[in-house]
């Protein structure tokens, strides 16, 4: 199972063109093929995808074959265009929604982290799911689900709760995928935010690598604007963040997207070229995989506004601005090379992250320290240390 690549992976998180996730309930491979199609194009060579965790478990005892054998399909497909392929399981929270099976919900109702009964149907589902993709050789990567820390409130924990479930679950997944990557994935909150009993510990002590999702709109870009400073380097910032807790470990870029109103449309080519170019320098990096793939169908209802135009492609198959400037830097890089710069500078955070998560507002964005690292950066890659 090699971890590091000579050049970083990438890639983008799979949302199909045609009837956004819900496409899984009337499956059309051939669809599927299109879209793929659009990212073996571009010179990708990796997605993400999403299964739906209901629709594949809509009751504890059941674990549909059918849906499986979608998802087979749709790992076959991306072979066929020469894309490898990462898989996330609980989903479990997609694009604002929840996707929850009614036998967590009303009078059943449960938290996914502490009820028992629970768990065990999810280690069920992780082994059934875990096993089958496992099968096809194109398979490197399986996630447990995708930002499972949106779960909570709703579904309450503790720190160490947290912690217990993700070990568990990821015990499950290697023993029934030994030979590809096992994660844990948690949105930027589990890194900020002082209360959260999701810990950044978890994130770079749980699974193979660690993965980090940036997303401008957590209040990066309020601090200096679309192609600030700030908000250009805040995937590499949550990159370095994670390499001071474990600094021989990859980190996955595995979500980052130009959403609007911050990124106006004008400026996603450029806010594109400059974000995945300042992450390049990392050697931390693993891989850089985009949200997302194809816009959501503004047929489609309920979405928060910026949802919906997120994609590489537009539901049409047209490539987009953003798209394009991705495609360069990827053929700039297997042609050239990374550039890998010495950092100019060495910042020590004001907290440590594994003992003092409570204290994670001081390295958020905006704070003392991230200004200063922010500041620092316009000069070149700096490390920080723990």
Not at 112 to 123: A, I, Q
């Amino acid at each position: 199972m090699a971890l590091q690549t000579s050049t970083p992976r990438f890639g983008a998180n799979y949302v199909p063109s045609a009837g956004w996730f819900y496409s899984w309930l009337d499956y059309d491979g051939d669809a599927v093929r299109r879209d793929f199609a659009d990212l073996a194009g571009m010179g990708l060579d990796h997605v993400r995808v999403f299964p739906v965790w209901p629709w594949i478990q809509p009751n504890r005892a059941i674990i549909r074959e059918r849906a499986i054998a979608d998802l087979l399909d749709t790992i076959d497909a991306a072979a066929e265009h020469g894309l490898t392929v990462a898989v996330d399981l609980i989903q479990g929270h997609l694009s604002s929604f929840d996707f929850l099976p009614s036998w967590v919900l009303t009078w059943h109702r449960s938290s996914l982290f502490e009820d028992p009964t629970v768990r065990e149907g999810l280690t069920a589902y992780v082994d059934t799911v875990a096993r089958a993709v496992a099968t096809k050789p194109n398979v490197f990567a399986i996630t447990l689900g995708n930002e499972v820390n949106n779960l909570w409130p709703d579904s309450s924990t503790t720190a160490e709760t947290s912690t217990v479930w993700a070990r568990d679950l990821l015990a499950t997944l290697k023993k029934a995928a030994p030979d590809v990557l096992a994660l844990h994935s948690v949105f930027d909150d589990a890194w900020y935010q002082g209360d959260h009993p999701f810990r950044p510990v978890d994130a770079v002590d749980l699974g193979d690598l660690t993965t980090v999702h940036s997303w401008v709109f957590n209040g990066v870009s309020r601090v200096d604007g679309p192609l600030g400073p700030a908000t250009l380097t805040h995937a590499d910032y949550l990159i370095e963040l994670a390499r001071s807790l474990a600094p021989d470990r990859p980190v996955w870029l595995q979500e980052v997207g130009v959403p609007g109103p911050d990124i106006p449309v004008d400026l996603q080519a450029e806010f594109t070229r400059r974000t995945v170019s300042s992450v390049l320098t990392n050697p931390a990096l693993y891989g850089v995989t985009w949200w997302s793939s194809h816009d959501v169908d503004r047929r489609l209802l309920d979405f928060p506004d910026r949802e919906y135009d997120l994609g590489l492609f537009t539901v049409d198959h047209q490539r987009k601005p953003a798209a394009q400037a991705f495609a360069e830097l990827i053929a700039d890089v297997r042609l050239n090379g990374v550039p890998r710069p010495a950092p100019v500078a060495t910042l020590t955070a004001p907290v440590d992250l594994r003992t003092e998560p409570d204290r994670r507002a001081e390295v958020a964005p905006g704070s003392e320290f991230h200004r200063q690292w922010v500041s620092a950066r316009a000069e070149g890659p700096v490390r920080i240390s723990s």
